[in-house]
Every structure is written in C-alpha cells, then in structure tokens.
C-alpha cells in the first residue's frame, strides 16, 4: 500500500513516493501492535527443536529433580509411571537440545558483523566441545563419562558463556540487554574462577582461597537468580496489544502459582527444603540465612519465562525457552545434561536479545 491510499488529496499522492514503506512514513500514525524490525534477523527465529528441548528439560526437572525427592522424602512411593518418565524426557532433551545447540551456535559464527573472527573461531570450538561431551554421555554407555570429562566440559561451559554474552554486549545498546548479558556472563564468571581456585594446587589449601571460593560462589548465585529478572526488560512482549495482554496475564498467573508453592514448602522439613532447592535449582547459599527469600526471584523468574513464551513473537518465545532452560539447568552444572542445558540456555537468551533489539550491523564493521 502506498501513501495515496491514506485519505488525501490527488496533488498530496502525485507528491508522494509511492516506493517508501509506510510503516516508516512519519505522517502515518503507529500501530499499537507494530515491533521494532531487527537488526539480525537470522538470529531472531527460534532454532530448530529448541522448544522442544526446552519443554522435555522442563518436564525432567519437575519430575525427577522435584517430585520424586519429594515423595521420597515424605516416605510416599515412588509412582512407576513417573520413574520411567524422567529419563526418557531427559534423552529427548539431549538430543533436540543437540540439534538446538548446533543451529543456534552455526548462525551465531555465520553472522560476520556480529563480532571478529577470533571469538567466532572460540565459539565454534568451545560448542564443538559442549556437543561431544553431551554426545558421549547421551549415546555411550556410562563408563566413558568420567569426572575429569565432566570438570572440561563444565569449563568449556563457562568460557562459551563468556564468550556468547561479551559479543551480545558488543552488539546491544540498551542498558536492560546490557544488564541481562553482563549478569550471564557474571553467573559463568564466578563458578568459573572458583573452579580455578579449588583446583589450583599452591592456592586451594589455603584458608583464604576456600573463604574466596565461597564468596564466589554467592555473587554467581546472585547473577544466576537476576539473570531472568533483567532479561524479563527485554525479552517480554510489553506492546498493548492483546495478545502482549495475554502473555503477560500469562506470567502473572505463574508468579501467583510459584508464591503459593513456596508456601506450601514452608511447611515442610527445614532438610527436606533444602534438598529439593538444590536438587531443582543447586541453590545452596542462603538456606540456612533465609531459605524462603529465594521464592521472590524464582517466582517472578517463572512468570517471565512463562510470558515469554505465550508470546506470538518468535523473538520473544526464544526468549522465553532459554529461561525456562536456565532454570532448568540450575546455578554452576556439574552433569552433562546440565551443562547443555545452561550452554542452550545462555545462547537463545542472548540470540532473543539481539533479536528484539540492537545497534545497527554498520557501527560495528
């Protein structure tokens, strides 16, 4: 449609430029249910099978990270049904998580402008490395997956996580992007630098390097728990559009039903409590100091994943997927699957944001 279908006079059309698009004619009022157009369209698609890997990861998780220590904890029974469940949702999250992971990584190293060679070169071999590692522990048997493979890979996790948030830095110019990267890269650069320490033999003996690795344990923890605070800035569809409204009721819903589970947990075994936080999510620092004072973040982590990803927008929905995988993940994995799961995770949160929004691909030649 060009500008003379707007009511106007037969001299105003001979005028105008019936070539200009006229979502960008400044005469043209706005629509209300109009996004940004993104400066990276190949990364603002969801990658194949994320979504999937997304739901089968989250459905492991409440079933065999949650609900099943749970029961067992309440001396209940174990359901049949669900001890079968958990690991066939586990391997169908490996192997979509796998197909995921490569497609999302390959478009990142693809997209020249997004950052130099060097560190598209890193990100190829540090993914590379995460794939196999999840290849190994998924198709062969159990023997080949030793502790020493877990420690590389959980390295190679951090380093990737670094890398993809520091390029996604690069190329973002709002601050709520900016804070949602740099809170990524600070949940990998803290367990990162307190794996270092703990292993680093003429350091790890001393007092003060265990009172460090303990700290840097907390900060990660920090970063982990704001990660979807920050990223809900971004990632969420904030239009007024009806279907941003149903999004966003959406996610209400689910941080009204995260505060009453929290209640209901308060009624359990202090122990118990413990456990499943670690189990589900591996949060340990503030159980003992104010071990309710985790359902505010969680709570509102879960409504804006599920937000996210009730939204129509592709851009959105990738958003949403990679929080629902960071949770499932959990703070620092030290399993296979959770290494993927937090490697996927970092990658479609920072594909989301580079997707929603960020500078022109010119300034950054």
């Known amino acids: 449609m060009s500008i003379g279908d707007v009511d106007s006079s037969p001299h105003e059309n001979e005028l105008a ?7 960008t004619d400044p ?14 369209p190949e990364l603002s698609e969801v990658p194949p099978l994320a979504l999937l890997a997304s739901a089968a990861a989250l459905v ?4 065999f990270r ?3 220590p749970l029961l067992a904890g309440r001396g209940m029974a174990l359901p049949t049904l669900l001890a079968l469940a958990a690991p066939y949702s586990l391997n169908l999250a490996a192997c979509a998580g796998m197909v995921a992971l490569t497609a999302s990584s390959l478009e990142i190293v693809r997209a020249r ?9 890193m990100i190829a071999l540090l993914a590379g490395m995460l794939i196999t590692t999840l290849a190994i522990a998924t198709f062969l048997p159990s023997g080949y997956v030793n502790p020493q493979l877990v420690l590389l890979a959980a390295g190679a996790l951090h380093t990737y996580v670094v890398q993809i948030a520091m390029t996604t830095l690069r190329a973002h110019n709002t601050l709520a992007g900016r804070t949602s990267v740099a809170l990524v890269a600070a949940a990998s650069l803290f367990p990162l630098t307190s794996l270092i320490v703990r292993h680093a033999e003429p350091v790890s003996h001393l007092s003060f390097a265990q009172e460090g690795v303990a700290s840097l344990h907390a900060l990660g923890e920090l970063a982990y728990l704001c990660v979807p605070i920050a990223a809900a800035f971004v990632v969420l569809p904030w239009s007024d559009d009806p279907a941003g409204q149903r999004a966003r009721r959406a996610g209400a ?3 009204v039903c995260m505060a009453v589970l929290f209640g209901a947990a308060s009624r359990i075994p202090n122990s118990l409590y413990g456990h499943l936080m670690y189990s589900t999510l591996r949060l340990e620092w503030a159980l003992e100091r104010a071990s309710l004072g985790y359902a505010v973040p969680i709570s509102l982590a ?3 994943a599920t937000a996210a990803v009730f939204s129509r927008d592709p851009r959105h929905r990738q958003g949403g997927a990679g929080l629902w995988l960071w949770l499932a993940a959990g703070y620092n994995p030290l399993t296979p699957a959770r ?6 995770a970092a990658t479609l949160v920072c594909r989301a944001i580079l997707g929603v929004g960020s500078l022109p691909r010119k300034k950054l030649v």
Do not use: E, N, Q
Request: no cysteine; proline share 10%; aromatic share 8%.
């Open 66 to 68: 949650f609900l099943l």
């Open 60 to 63: 492991h998780t409440v079933l």
């Open 27 to 40: 005469k043209r009022p706005p629509r209300a249910d109009s996004t940004p157009p993104s400066h990276w």
């Open 17 to 23: 430029d019936t070539t200009s698009d006229p979502t």
């Open 339 to 344: 290494v993927f799961m937090a490697a996927l």
């Open 113 to 121: 402008h997004l950052t130099y060679l060097g560190r598209r070169i």
């Open 302 to 304: 879960v409504g804006a």
């Open 253 to 255: 819903i689910a941080v």
